[in-house]
């Protein structure tokens, strides 16, 4: 099997690991492999949601791509409506057993395919680096309900510490395009309430915040493949760095 990095490989390797799983809620069963760990249903049934949606998303991009090849669609369409199927979001209240059947050999062979006829987008970040980053979100998130900081300026780190939990469970789906965007929205989310930060750099909430966003713009950055003649890719990345320099101020 080709080591390539990409949509497929990504749907491919989610199925195989959801396919034997025993019978169960289907939200449970998401809510395991992507990691989330919300208590209640009703938002852990929410962030499954977006995960499935951001699935769906993956596996219309293995369409797109695939159809500027030279193979039919023919071969590959059919068996992607299928993956669509078994991933879409209303299956969420219904049991796994109804649905674990039909990730057949045949849709994993045609997924097999797919990841090898198309190119690799990146390197795989490993389940050490993602626990490294969960490691430093743990004792910030339980200290701030003890903390001294102004409201205000808790709550803006706690939406930080949310937009990256929903990256890393989104990165088994979409790749380190998750964690990029993540980091690019904190840029804006720095500068958009910098005085804030300022008022608190001295914190120990301040500094572990800014060492969080550092690790993830590492482990991103190790992980993507960034041409810098792609416009896009170029500004989320020069945004990162524009925002590491003002954590890394925080941090010294």
Request: hydrophobic share 35%; aromatic share 6%.
């Amino acid at each position: 099997m080709s080591n390539n990095i990409n949509a497929a490989y990504r749907v491919r390797e989610l199925l195989i690991q959801v396919r034997g799983q025993p019978n169960k809620n289907v939200g449970e069963i998401w809510a395991d492999l992507f990691k989330i760990s919300e208590t209640n249903q009703n938002k852990r049934n929410f962030e499954v949601s977006r995960c499935l949606n951001q699935l769906h998303e993956e596996i219309e991009l293995i369409r797109e791509q695939m159809l500027e090849t030279k193979y039919s669609d023919s071969l590959y369409s059919p068996l992607l409506d299928k993956v669509n199927s078994i991933v879409a979001i209303q299956n969420i209240p219904g049991t796994w057993d109804s649905y674990k059947t039909q990730i057949t050999p045949d849709l994993i062979l045609c997924l097999g395919f797919c990841l090898e006829i198309l190119d690799s987008e990146e390197d795989k970040i490993s389940d050490k680096q993602i626990k490294e980053i969960l490691d430093l979100l743990k004792p910030l998130e339980d200290s701030l309900g003890e903390s001294n900081l102004p409201t205000y300026t808790a709550k803006i780190i706690r939406k930080h510490i949310e937009k990256i939990k929903e990256a890393i469970h989104s990165y088994p789906i979409v790749g380190a395009k998750a964690l990029n965007e993540v980091v690019q929205s904190a840029y804006g989310e720095v500068v958009d309430n910098l005085a804030v930060f300022e008022e608190s750099k001295e914190t120990e909430e301040i500094k572990t915040i800014s060492k969080v966003w550092k690790k993830v713009k590492e482990v991103s950055d190790a992980a993507s493949r960034v041409e810098k003649g792609v416009s896009s890719a170029y500004k989320i990345a020069e945004k990162a760095n524009k925002a590491l320099e003002i954590f890394q101020g925080f941090i010294e």
